[in-house]
């Protein structure tokens, strides 16, 4: 199993109207890419200062799975158009699992 994880911090401009679309774009992709397995993401909770401010976490049953899930149109469509124009910083990882 791979298990990708995605840390973004948005800029200092970025709208609650924007930020609220990244997470109404993303939840489209379950349904649309069927290799992913499971699939998380939200805002960061405010616990500890310093986090990112958003994370996105989704499982492949495979290294094949997981790269059609990076390279889909639509999740390439999702980063253009929501989390490119806000995003400050991205941090990822790939774990086997």
Request: negative net charge; proline residues 5%; without cysteine.
């Amino acid at each position: 199993m791979i298990r990708h994880v995605a840390l973004f911090t948005w800029t200092d401009d970025a709208t609650d109207e924007q930020k609220a679309a990244v997470a109404t774009a993303l939840a489209t992709l379950p349904a649309a890419i069927p290799q992913i397995r499971a699939y998380t993401f939200g805002p960061d909770a405010g616990i500890n200062p310093g986090s990112h401010d958003f994370a996105v976490v989704a499982d492949f049953d495979d290294l094949d799975d997981y790269l059609a899930y990076r390279d889909d149109a639509g999740h390439q469509a999702v980063i253009a158009e929501y989390i490119k124009p806000i995003l400050a910083s991205r941090a990822a990882v790939q774990l086997s699992l």
